[in-house]
């Protein structure tokens, strides 16, 4: 059984904060659905309450990083690039403004529906030059990403995950860096945040109908160690499958299909994902099967690159863990 | 639609449904529904012109997002009639409120109880979220400060085509932190759209608290007017005040008027989780069972016989 953590961000965050006075918390009205309300209470003199007013609060950062400071934006992750997209253009991205976004609620992670649903947030900020792109995909990563975020010399916008999370590594988020969970060398499948938990319930089922799978997570979007995939993409007999929490344009599949093309890799590529659709309002693993997210889409995106069928079921996949729909760790129903 | 019940009734029903839905399901908007009850009853029951409704009284599942391969989708709207000249419109605009709004479709015979059941189940129409495919519901409002605008923009264009239905707005406080509000209400009196009305549940409530330890707004209705509304404080959940309210004259200026409520009215029970009302859930089972017991004693029912949930 996996280990889960509880809400890994809130004491990472006070920590780190903590120990970085210039380091600012704000907040946009979700304080304790971002985990920050201990922070809030403990700490007042590093926090700041900006209310629902997204705008403002994204050129009141760029403001604060002028004054030498680096704050860090809690809300869910739409509002972070929706709403104010003009003023963290302007405000924070032009100037390179050290303003850490912490996007909460990635993709299809919220049962709000499209409103609350970040699906494009990626393919967005890839496109913003000097944006820095991070996204968590266990505890450890969330227990990092204060760090990682603060370490660049720039704006970054980061997938966070919240409430009870499963602690799937062991060593923290390396900048720039990527995770290889497997090392075969049939299939390269690519995932990031809540998707590599995914490809890890997949991976019994298709070793054991004799697919030899290679694995790698990203944590680090943006900038890309293109060459290290490449080499990755180099090892492996059939292609790749990309499997992302977000539509299939412009996030990780976009990513690597720019790198294979760049180099002139020829390839076949699946990419699996959001397909050109808003997603809707419910649960997370309903969302994901429905939407085609899951590990069992994950298994016929590979029976489809290597041209056969594997028989795989839903029965042979490991078991997905299923999150109550009412947990203290969570501030409300979203 | 002719109405059978007093809209004090229907105000009632709304928060015994809601009160009613959040035990069985382990927590909901409750505080919404002791705000707004009034408001929303008013509302459907008595001011709105609605035709009757063009949609199933049991919603329909989820029928997939608009695009051009689905070519059968539809919005919520069909519960508050038809889209016809001469009714009026009406947006929820805090999104979150849906599970009033629900109940108050209920109550006033727009949809059955069913739909209630049917909240925030997967594959179903009913989100918890109002989305605009959502009963009730005719555009996506989840993201809070844009309902007034969509609202001034469709009574400019149904003044142009002389169309006599008004185009009504409930909307929350927080959306005053939104500049858009702003915005709306300065286009609205530019364009002298007096056709456009809203109703606003001033519960000085948002997600982090009280509104003035989160950021404070003042006073919304001196801001209102200097931006070209025409605003009116009353007492939220005093009936005779709202039908008042609404015959102000305000030619050429949309109305607003300001509910000023209590996010516990009818659950007094709630005023001990002040200041944080925002989302009830309940904190350990002893709670469950002392709100069952006190709120159905406050709101005249039985206390809700709830199975393993
Ligand atoms: C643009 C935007 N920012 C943030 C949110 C998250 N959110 C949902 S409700 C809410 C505020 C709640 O305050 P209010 O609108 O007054 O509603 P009430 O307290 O009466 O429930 C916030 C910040 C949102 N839905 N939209």
């Known amino acids: 059984m996996v280990e889960m953590v509880s809400r890994p961000y809130a004491g990472a965050f006070e920590k780190y904060a903590v ?48 004054a030498g400071f680096r704050p860090f934006l809690h809300t869910f992750g739409v509002f972070l690039y929706r709403r104010p997209y003009d003023q963290l253009m302007a405000s924070v991205a032009y100037p390179r403004r050290k303003v850490r976004l912490m996007g909460f609620l990635p993709g299809i992670t919220t049962p709000g529906g499209m409103t609350h649903q970040a699906i494009e947030d990626i393919s967005v900020m890839r496109s913003i030059p000097n944006m820095t792109i991070l996204e968590t995909g266990d505890a450890t990563e969330v227990e990092s990403i204060c760090e990682a975020a603060d370490s660049i010399d720039g704006p970054v916008y980061c997938r966070v995950l919240r409430g009870s999370v499963p602690r799937l590594f062991d060593t923290p988020i390396k900048v720039g860096e990527m995770r290889e969970l497997a090392h075969g060398a049939d299939v390269l499948i690519v995932t990031a945040g809540i998707t590599t938990e995914e490809a890890l319930r997949a991976r019994a089922a298709l070793e054991a109908s ?48 720019e790198t294979m093309a760049d180099a002139g890799v020829g390839k076949r590529l699946i990419r699996l994902g959001l397909k050109d659709t808003y997603a809707h309002g419910g649960s997370k693993p309903y969302l994901m099967r429905f939407y085609g997210l899951d590990a069992l889409a994950l298994t016929r995106g590979v029976e489809s690159l290597i041209g056969q069928p594997l028989g795989i079921s839903e029965d042979d996949l490991d078991a997905a863990r299923v999150d109550a729909v009412h947990s203290l760790v969570k501030a409300e129903a979203l | 639609m002719l109405n059978s019940k007093t809209t004090d009734a229907v105000a009632l029903g709304i928060r015994r449904r809601v009160f009613e839905h959040s035990i069985r399901n382990n927590g909901g908007y409750m505080s919404q529904a002791c705000s707004a009850a009034e408001q929303i009853a008013w509302l459907y029951n008595e001011e709105l012109k609605l035709g009757q409704p063009t949609l199933p009284m ?35 605009a805090p999104a979150h409120y849906a599970l009033v709004a629900y109940a108050a479709l209920i109550e ?31 555009v996506h409002n989840g993201t809070l400060g844009i309902g007034l605008s969509t609202a001034a923009g469709l009574a400019w264009g149904r003044k142009r085509r002389g169309e006599p239905g008004r185009v009504w707005v409930f909307m929350s406080d927080g959306e005053v932190q ?15 759209i007096d056709n456009l009305y809203a109703i606003m549940d001033v519960n000085a409530q948002q997600c982090d608290g009280a509104m003035s330890s989160v950021m404070e707004v003042g006073d919304i209705r001196a801001k209102l007017e200097l931006f070209g509304a025409r605003a009116i404080d009353i007492d939220g959940h005093d009936l005779d005040a709202m039908r008042q309210a609404v015959a102000e004259p305000h030619d050429g200026r949309p109305l607003i008027i300001l509910a000023h409520t209590s996010p516990f009215r009818g659950m007094s029970f709630l005023e001990r989780r002040f200041p944080r009302l925002h989302y009830v859930r309940f904190k350990s089972e002893q709670e469950r069972v002392e709100m069952n017991t006190e709120i159905a004693r406050e709101l005249g029912v039985e206390p809700v016989a709830y199975g393993e949930h």
């Open chain 2, 108 to 138: 006033v015979g727009r949809m059955a109880p069913e739909g209630l059941d049917m909240f925030n189940k997967d594959g179903s129409s009913v989100e918890m979220i109002g989305a605009e495919h959502s009963p009730g519901m005719e």
């Open chain 1, 19 to 66: 120990a970085n006075p210039e380091v600012l918390c704000l907040s946009a009205d979700l304080t304790s659905s971002c985990e920050v309300d201990g922070f809030r209470d403990r700490h007042p003199d590093q926090f700041i309450s900006l209310g629902m007013a997204e705008q403002n609060m994204m050129s009141f950062a760029g403001g604060l990083g002028l």
């Open chain 2, 178 to 192: 939104e500049g858009q509000t702003w915005e709306a209400v300065q286009a609205a009196a530019y364009h002298g």
């Open chain 1, 210 to 257: 004799g697919v030899s799978v290679r694995h790698l997570h990203l944590h680090t979007i943006k900038p890309f160690n293109a060459q290290a995939l490449l080499d990755h993409i180099a090892s492996v007999r059939h292609g790749v499958v990309t499997l992302e929490n977000h539509v299939t344009e412009g996030g990780i599949g976009s990513l690597v299909a």
């Open chain 2, 58 to 92: 049991i919603p329909k599942p989820f029928g997939g997002v608009p695009s051009a391969s689905n070519p059968d989708y539809h919005t919520g709207a069909g519960y508050n009639g038809p889209a016809a000249p001469q009714f009026d419109r009406l947006f929820i």
